[in-house]
């Protein structure tokens, strides 16, 4: 910014100085000349600089909006695959007060499979979008969250450790999942929708 006021006020001393000092008219109508080129420039760099800065918000805007929507299609898939896996018909959003029967926990290979190329997903999209930083530094962290809790309850029902333990990791992945959802106000629109 600084370069922008001193070529302005360079243009301005040099049509001033000019008017006042130089009696020669080609002398004059040089000095004209190169302060307008001193007030022009730094104009069309600050309009350059403001028109690129509405388009990439505009931007960034856009692709925070598509990511989100993606990561909420994929959370989805994943609950749809929680779902089949605690034996419950349907999980609402917001979740509240889920109570988890791990004796009836069914730890199908065909869920456990949706869920890995979910979960993979789910990491690839977060790495993607942490590259081009579209998502808030507290949504990466409720997505890195949830990406752990799933890596966990995949290597449990890997390493075939107790039901008791694998239901405590599947709660605490849909209390993040809530949270993302939260975050992201998609449970203040959806009560919205409901009201209408």
């Known amino acids: 910014m600084i370069p922008y006021i001193l070529s302005i006020a360079g243009g301005v001393f040099v049509f001033d100085f000019s008017q006042k000092y130089l009696h020669a008219p080609g002398w004059i109508d040089l000095m004209d000349n190169v302060?307008?080129?001193?007030?022009?420039?730094?104009?069309?760099?600050?309009?350059?600089?403001?028109?690129?800065?509405?388009?990439?918000?505009?931007?960034?805007?856009?692709?925070?909006?598509?990511?989100i929507n993606t990561v909420?299609?994929?959370?989805?898939?994943?609950?749809?695959?929680?779902?089949?896996?605690?034996?419950?018909?349907?999980?609402?959003?917001?979740?509240?007060?889920?109570?988890?029967?791990?004796?009836?926990?069914?730890?199908?290979?065909?869920?456990?499979?949706?869920?890995?190329?979910?979960?993979?997903?789910?990491?690839?999209?977060?790495?993607?979008?942490?590259?081009?930083?579209?998502?808030?530094?507290?949504h990466t962290q409720i997505l890195s969250f949830a990406a752990q809790e799933l890596n966990q309850i995949l290597n449990e029902c890997k390493y075939h450790n107790p039901p008791r333990e694998i239901a405590r990791y599947l709660e605490t992945t849909l209390s993040i999942i809530d949270d993302w959802f939260y975050a992201t106000g998609y449970v203040s629109r959806q009560r919205l929708k409901n009201t209408k």
């Open 72 to 138: 909420n299609a994929h959370l989805f898939k994943i609950l749809a695959q929680i779902k089949n896996i605690i034996g419950l018909p349907r999980i609402e959003v917001p979740m509240q007060d889920i109570n988890l029967n791990y004796k009836k926990l069914k730890f199908d290979q065909k869920y456990l499979r949706n869920l890995r190329k979910q979960l993979n997903e789910l990491e690839d999209l977060l790495y993607k979008s942490d590259k081009i930083e579209v998502l808030d530094p507290q």
């Open 35 to 67: 302060a307008a080129s001193l007030l022009a420039i730094p104009l069309v760099f600050l309009f350059y600089d403001y028109s690129n800065y509405l388009i990439t918000r505009r931007v960034h805007k856009h692709q925070h909006t598509n990511v």
